[in-house]
């Protein structure tokens, strides 16, 4: 089955702790995303990969860290978490070149509580 | 800049009524247009999408039609369904950054029996 997974679900942390949010996508895609929810403002994406070894800035990266060492994961990294991250957070893949490309595949989300 | 703008929610119906969800757009040139879903604790599906003005993207009875002149892409149902409830994000594809989806805030609709 063609799916993203994330992992924690949930989880609760203090400030200042690190955190790794994982996601692992099965369909060989290129491109990956991070998106964070919040109500009222919908989703703004945090970072991006068109590729392995290649990630970008999205609108709100402050405070996160990304990597894309495998094609299949991107996990996403908070190095001193702060209660404004407080959040649910999404990952996001899709093919890149092809006229399937404009679907995004999200994972099920992952709702941060930072204390 | 790129961005999109949803009616104001949550939006509560009976089931059988009809739905409208509005949504417009502000982009440079012609981006492709997007409805996503999201039913309780799951993430975003895709629901439907257009790709150039005047199209008309359907699925599971929703309908959206991409309107140029007046910048919207406007989600419609005639009979809504308890099954229904989620909450809908209109959004668009910018060219820029990955070409990566712009959305809106997201409306929540309810369906009564």
């Known amino acids: 089955e063609a799916q993203v997974t994330q992992n924690p679900r949930y989880l609760i942390t203090v400030t200042g702790k690190k955190l790794t949010v994982t996601c692992s996508q099965n369909m060989n895609h290129e491109y990956m995303s991070w998106y964070r929810q919040d109500p009222g403002l919908g989703l703004r994406q945090i970072y991006y990969s068109m590729n392995v070894e290649v990630t970008d800035k999205g609108d709100v990266p402050e405070g996160y860290k990304v990597s894309r060492k495998e094609k299949r994961n991107f996990p996403l990294i908070l190095e001193s978490p702060s209660p404004n991250q407080t959040s649910l957070y999404f990952c996001a893949s899709r093919e890149i070149g092809t006229a399937t490309n404009e679907k995004l595949f999200f994972g099920s989300g992952t709702q941060l509580s930072v204390l | 800049g790129n961005s999109v703008t949803q009616m104001e929610g949550p939006v509560t119906l009976s089931e059988e009524a009809f739905l409208t969800i509005n949504c417009t757009y502000t982009?440079?040139?012609?981006?492709?247009l997007f409805w996503y879903v999201q039913y309780p604790g799951e993430g975003l599906q895709l629901l439907l999408k257009?790709?150039?003005?005047?199209d008309k993207g359907s699925n599971k009875g929703f309908e959206a039609t991409y309107r140029k002149e007046t910048t919207s892409f406007h989600l419609e149902k005639g009979s809504v369904q308890v099954s229904d409830s989620a909450v809908y994000f209109c959004?668009?594809?910018?060219?820029?950054?990955?070409?990566?989806?712009?959305f809106g805030q997201g409306t929540e609709l309810s369906v009564k029996p």
């Open positions: 959004a668009l594809r910018s060219y820029n950054q990955g070409g990566k989806l712009i």
């Open positions: 982009a440079t040139g012609y981006p492709s």
């Open positions: 257009a790709t150039k003005a005047d």
